[in-house]
């Protein structure tokens, strides 16, 4: 918990600290760190996590982060000492209490929707996956952030989001559209009557068009964010998309070709982090070993795929085993099925790597399940047309059609030209489906 702020001697030519407003004053400091480290906005908030765009608002004085760790990282990335990044947090709880003071002295809040949930913590790296997103956002009322299960999709856009809230006057909505999750999708018109009833609206019309003019009707005018989480299709998300005054970003595991080519959508395609931020991520959840034994850490980043949900797993089986090494861990996780019953997450149907997978395994057709399973007997590091036919006895030309529809699924990554790879969590879910049905 923070500790009330003591006063502090101002030196002579520097007596403009005492009375411009906190948050100047934090963005002042900011701007110093900067300075010395005499690095780019870009570079540095690529190396601490934070958009371009959020980290100048900060060092100029337009805002501050409602939680204090971007700034500890980004206080770090400039080499600030131990004592520079405590003083630095003193300045971010007064520039925190100052806004609290203005949130309730000045406009109240009462009726204008804040429904982001918090951040994923630790949050690491990712700060040139913000700046794009943050550049999208700038472009196109809409945008898509795209890509295959457990790469952080959901962490990426309400990390944003919590960062971009100064930008969104009237307020932010969110909604878990369960697209792809053990329960069953969330019908459009209960998303459209909890929003209504989020934005103060009384008296709502029955019909799902009533709904969505009523919901549009609301919107007018207003500068808010909606988040759409966790869509399956391109139509679960435009009876939800409100005026142009205000932005949606959608995640999905599906490209949501049809949202970029018919409502004009930016698309955000978000791999798995580079080895070194998903080294750093693993640092942060299991600490020290990562250090100890690098060349192990990073074999073992490398067999979970890069996935910040797998190595958040992994965190959570050396939790669960005080003393276990990270060597035991990389020969646990080898062999395929000992992979996926170790990441289960003690058989959390919304967390278990097996479960997470099947929900994307579960809406596919017949032949491209069958593609998929049979991919999971091929050793190479990726595939072609040739290559799937002769898994499936099909024909090269229908196969590249099924890879095409696998990669717009997210279950492949295209590498080149009609050549798709398997990740190594995905082959492992594969090749288990395939074992599984040979006992059959």
Known sequence: MAQPAQDIAVPPGEAWLTTSSPERRLGSFLATLKAEAARS???????????TSALHRYCTGAGAPTEFDPLDRFARVCGADRDTRRELYRLWVLADASRARTRVAGLPDRGVPAQLPPGVTPFVGRGAALAELDSLATRSPVVAVTGMPGSGKTAL???WAHEARARFRDGQLYADLRGFAPDPPVPVRDVLAGFLTALGATDL????????GRYRTELSGRRLLVVLDNVAAADDVRPLLPGPSCHTVVTSRDRLAGLVA???AQRLNLDVP????????LRCLVGGQVDADP?????????????????RLVAELVAARPGVRLREVLDELTDPPRLLAALSAGGDPRAGLDAVLSWSYRRLGAGEAMTFRALGLHPGPDVGPHTAAALTGSDPPA?????????GASLLRATGPD????????WTYARQLTDSASCQ
Not at 301 to 308: A, F, K, L, M, Y
Not at 399 to 407: G, I, K, N, Q, V
Not at 419 to 426: I, N, Q
């Open 41 to 51: 906005y870009d570079a540095l908030g690529k190396r601490a996590g934070v958009s």
């Open 157 to 159: 856009v309400v990390r």
């Open 205 to 212: 019309p029955v019909s799902v068009d009533q709904l969505v």
């Open 262 to 264: 018919r409502d004009g």
């Open 274 to 281: 580079p080895v070194d931020e998903a080294v750093d991520l």
């Open 295 to 311: 060349v192990t850490a990073a074999a073992l980043v490398t067999r979970c795929g890069r996935s910040p949900l797998v190595l």
């Open 399 to 407: 196969e590249l059609s099924t890879l095409e529809r696998l990669a």
């Open 419 to 426: 050549r798709y790879a398997l990740p190594e969590p995905l």
